[in-house]
């Protein structure tokens, strides 16, 4: 009775499943307005779309993107050049139907109903994107493709969905974080999860029925997922956790149901690390990890975590890139690590303990090049700090200068204060200069004129006056002469008169 009820419900399931496929996804593909192809002879319709090839096989994003992809060649490159494709909340923002051999990377794909599809497709890529804000982050309804080091977040309903009989799937090193749920399966089998940081999804993993198996590790020492608040204990390694030592695994199973459960599940965030073109240094941490970097048989970076609390990090070295024997050092102290013994021809696996404050761990394979270097560190840090304490002395001077400067300053605002007031008073006064000038050019217009007039006067009078004295002058002439005559008619007249009478008697 309980077989012929749950194969019931199966079949149901796939039918309900496959109508409300038929209605929410319409699987044959239909032209929608605004959407950009890239079309199977390898032109990119319309052309106008910021998405550039030289050669057909690599399609770069020119800029952001607002309408949706349909990808209808197989064995290109879609780089998405950190640029974002943005929808409106409904259709599909990258749609890989019936492709094959098709990598959709390094883009930020949001506001979808579904941000990638894929439906029956296979050997596909979807690397290093940033899936948020969508109704599903990525539905896989196909077989055989890889999802990995994506950023998958905040999708309403699920981060990923892998649909009916989709199996070989591989799902590993991404953060799948604040969906709703995580990972939805529906009826889908045999795919593997693993090196996945699960967090504060509100269900890491949905499954519809039961009864489908998955993998969800990648076997012992690599291991499988990191699931949040799951709160395992690491005090045991090794395949069956029986062995005394911490592995940066948990000793227990985290079950999902009866078919599902991570063997190995990890203790600490998992990250990968790109450090040369082939080689990845990757780490199961519960530190904030930055700023790795390598040299010459090291390899350096940061951890971070709340001050006072235990930190731990296992890290694994390819030996292509460090063959060792390892010194790991946080700041200047030789840290407690030695090699694992799951460690192999390969990779070296260490594991260490640190008090968490801010820290740099440098892990070295020539311990005595690289205390001669920490020596070297040290007189430099030592004439930094006597540079340090001249800056200090320095800087008093300045300070002192700095008060000077701010004194004469404030006596140049205050000259300038007073040579305002002066300038506004010599320009009053030259106002009124001018308008003095302006009154006497009047005056002395007038007193010209009147000067002009009164000479003319004068001078008329003048000549009157000459006129006059010339005719009194002639007249007194006349006169003098007149009076000289009669004198002299005088005179003549009484010289004569005497000579008379003689001769009269």
């Known amino acids: 009775m309980n077989k012929t009820v749950r194969t019931c419900f199966i079949i149901l399931c796939l039918l309900s499943a496959t109508f409300l496929l038929g209605l929410a996804f319409n699987v044959q593909g239909v032209k929608a307005s605004g959407s950009i192809y890239i079309k199977i002879d390898g032109s990119v319709d319309p052309q106008d779309a910021p998405i550039s090839s030289v050669d057909n096989i690599v399609y770069t994003f020119n800029d952001d993107i607002y309408d949706f992809i349909v990808v209808e060649r197989d064995n290109i490159v879609i780089d998405g050049a950190g640029f974002t494709l943005q929808g409106n909340g409904t259709g599909r923002g990258v749609d890989l139907t019936d492709r094959s051999n098709v990598t959709v990377q390094n883009m930020k794909i949001k506001a979808f109903e579904l941000g990638i599809w894929l439906f029956q497709s296979s050997d596909n890529k979807v690397l290093r994107n940033t899936i948020t804000n969508n109704t599903y982050g990525v539905w896989i309804f196909a077989v055989g493709n ?8 905040h999708n309403s309903d699920s981060g990923v969905v892998i ?8 799902i590993s090193g991404n953060n799948i974080t604040n969906n709703n749920r995580g990972v939805w399966l529906i009826l889908a089998f045999d795919n593997k999860f693993y090196h996945n940081n699960f967090i504060d999804n509100t269900q890491h993993v949905h499954i519809l029925v039961s009864m489908y198996a998955n993998v969800w590790n990648n076997a012992y020492p690599s291991g499988g ?3 949040s608040a799951f709160g395992g204990m690491d005090v045991r390694s090794g395949a069956y956790q029986n062995v005394t030592g911490s592995d940066g695994i948990c000793d227990t199973l985290y079950i999902i149901d009866g078919y599902n459960q991570d063997n190995y ?3 600490g965030w998992f990250s990968d690390f790109s450090v040369t073109s082939e ?4 780490t199961i941490c519960n530190s904030t990890i930055s700023d790795l970097w390598h040299g010459k048989d090291f390899v350096r970076f940061t951890v971070a975590g709340p001050d006072g609390t235990i930190g731990f990090c296992r890290i694994m070295i390819p030996r292509t890139l460090m063959k060792g024997p390892f010194t790991v050092y946080v700041d200047e102290n030789v840290a407690n690590a030695n090699e694992m013994p799951d460690s192999n021809t390969t990779h070296a696996l260490l594991y260490f303990n640190y008090v968490h404050s801010t820290h740099m761990v440098t892990i070295v394979t020539w311990t005595e090049r690289y205390q001669m270097l920490l020596e070297d560190l040290q007189n430099l840090n030592s004439t930094l700090y006597a540079l340090l304490g001249n800056i200090t002395d320095l800087q008093e001077k300045n300070d002192s200068l700095l008060v000077a400067i701010n004194l004469m300053q404030e006596q140049i605002d205050s000259l300038n204060s007073t040579d305002e007031d002066l ?3 010599i320009e009053n006064l030259q106002e009124r200069i001018n308008l003095l000038n302006s009154t006497l050019q009047t005056s002395i217009s007038g007193l010209q004129e009147q000067y002009n007039s009164m000479n003319a006067t004068v001078t008329s009078g003048q000549e009157a006056l000459i006129n006059e004295l010339v005719t009194t002058r002639n007249l007194i002439y006349v006169l003098i002469a007149t009076v000289v005559i009669l004198i002299a008619t005088t005179v003549y007249s009484v010289i004569r008169k005497p000579k008379i009478r003689l001769q009269t008697q």
């Open 146 to 153: 890889t999802l990995s080091d994506n950023i998958i977040t």
């Open 163 to 170: 649909d009916i009989n989709s199996s070989n799937n591989t």
């Open 225 to 227: 997922n990191y699931w």
């Open 265 to 267: 599940p990890l203790i």
């Open 279 to 282: 080689d990845h240094v990757q």
């Open 423 to 425: 300038q506004e008073s």
